[in-house]
């Protein structure tokens, strides 16, 4: 995406304020206006002092009428921009963050959080700078220059040449320095994510760096992050630095050839001292604006990367995207289908391959399998953590493609293995689940999922502050608020992802009793590897490589002797041994 795209998109942006911005943009065709009198009605003034019956008290009382037009002008400018300006930005936050959010699981798996959040401060503090830039100067800027020269040329085209050449000079100096520092401006664009991405990774895994005695080592490697940015964005500034040089001598030159070619003019009669002094006039203020012409370039140059990573997370497409005419469903039965579904991260690496199976309203199913088989993945389709590439999955006997994603999501509800908890009180994290089910509702997940007793236990109880990904809490403690937070929600179809892999065998069987209630009359998929919960349920899927290579309940498939029964040998199962069912020997299906 090219500089001048850039600018133009950030522009685009200002559409849904469309009629303050026209209003501003007349206001700067004022201020424009008034910059451009200024020094004719100056060079009107000498000209008449020099006279004996001049009209110097008239064009003085002019001039100052319209420099208060000028400030009045101004102001006005300055307020409604700067309003408009931080109204867009925190709009764009809000767009940014609401366009992240619904972008797959693949791709944040790609992206560190650090980048993601440097990508949109940096990107909107950039977009609101040139929003004010855009109505303060450039607007008007640009409207001084484009009615500056032909008025120049019409007064005398001899010194008007002068201010062309000037012109010219700029834009030159200009286009060098942008062609020759572009590429370099890339790498030093990298180098700042990498920076931001080495804090974020330590920050967020501050425990390990410090029981692993590396703070020093990720403090240099930091210094060698930053050592290698600066020597990056030096060469770029040495460029930048240079144009400015040149730039301030092509301008002085300017108004010293002005003023020889003016006295030459004028001893020919070719132009009055009163005209000089307006062209100096001209001259100086079309330096002031080319100036900062060229700084909003330099500006924009160097915001051109962030800006251009700030459009191209919000040009990210989603994987998952409501169909035009999709449907509400409402509270769904919990029949599960999977027909023929495929699925793949990435083009030569086939997660799932022509998964199919059938699953009742209220069934218990356990998904087991060897580590990296896809049963994680399975089930992320049926909440469309992603979609299929082949075949579909039905609820209720409905596409879930043709539902709208809020209505799905609402009818299901996942315990993961990892809690995710948000940096709020304990109580926020709870509502997530309902956020509008009243206190006693809440205490009775809590108390169902042993997790009332250890809340009570907090100076603040349900207000107690969790910290960032629930550090503060035990992994008992985060998966006890996870479960609770699915009872609030009670959803007929439920996803245990390793629901229970942080509880000890005490505390699991406390909440036993509790989970029977929260599976009772839903569909529940169960990945785990407790043989308790895998023996009680209705109906195993045995994944491998992708596939369902057996399906059945717990005693036929010890009997027949197959990858579960392996599995079971190998102590898959062995968080739990008490009562367990021996596999049958390895003859036995003989």
Known sequence: MSILRIYLRVLGLLAPERALAIVLTVANLALAGVFFLEPMLFGRVIDALSKPRGNAAMLIGAWALVGFVGV??????????DRMSH????????????????????????????????????????????WLGFF??????????????????????KLALLMVALLTCFVVFNAIAMRRTRHAQDRVQDYHHRISTHVGDVLGNVTVVQSFTRTHEEVRGLKQLIAQALAAQYPVLNGWATLSVFSRAASTL?????????????VRGEISIGGIVSFVGF????????????????????????????????????????????????????????????????????????????????????????????????????????????GRITVDGVDIRNTTLESLRRNVAVVFQEPGLLHRSIEE???????????????????????????????????????????SLSGGERQRLAIARAMLKDAPILILDEATSALDNATEARIKRAMDALCRNR???????????????????????????????YQELILRNGLFAQLARQDEFADDRRGRLEPAPLHAAA
């Open 87 to 130: 109204r867009r930005r925190l709009t764009a936050v809000r767009a940014y963050f609401e366009h992240v959010i619904e972008l797959p699981l693949s791709f944040h798996g790609n992206q560190h959080t650090g980048k993601l959040l440097r990508v949109m401060h940096i990107g909107t503090d950039n977009l609101s700078a040139l």
């Open 429 to 471: 994290n709870l509502r997530i689940g309902d956020p509008d089910a009243d206190n006693g509702a809440l205490e009775t997940a809590a108390r169902a999922a042993q997790a009332h007793a250890f809340i009570a236990e907090k100076p603040e109880g349900y207000a107690t502050a969790v910290s960032e990904r629930g550090r």
């Open 72 to 81: 009045a002008v101004g102001a006005l400018v300055s307020l409604h921009a």
């Open 523 to 553: 569909t529940t998929f169960i990945i785990a590897h407790r043989l308790s919960t895998v023996r009680n349920a209705d109906i195993i899927l045995v994944l491998d490589h992708g596939r369902i290579v057996e399906q059945g309940r």
């Open 136 to 157: 303060r100067e450039h607007l008007t800027t640009l409207l001084a220059i484009v009615v500056m020269i032909p008025v120049a040329v019409a007064i005398n085209w």
């Open 283 to 390: 001259a100086l203020m079309l330096i002031g604006r080319l100036e900062q012409f060229a700084t909003f370039i330099s500006n924009l140059f160097f915001q051109s990367n962030s800006l251009r990573d700030f459009f191209e997370m919000l040009d990210t497409k989603a994987a998952v995207s409501e169909a035009p005419d999709a449907v509400a469903l409402p509270r769904v039965r919990g029949d599960v289908a999977f027909e023929h579904v495929g699925f793949a991260y990435e083009p030569c690496r086939e997660a799932l391959r022509d998964l199919s199976f059938r699953i009742p309203a209220g069934s218990k199913v356990a998904v087991v399998g060897p580590t990296g088989a896809g049963k994680t993945t399975a089930l992320s389709l049926l909440y469309r953590a992603a979609d299929p590439a082949s």
């Open 254 to 266: 300017t108004i010293v050839a002005i003023f020889a070619l003016g006295a030459a003019l004028h």
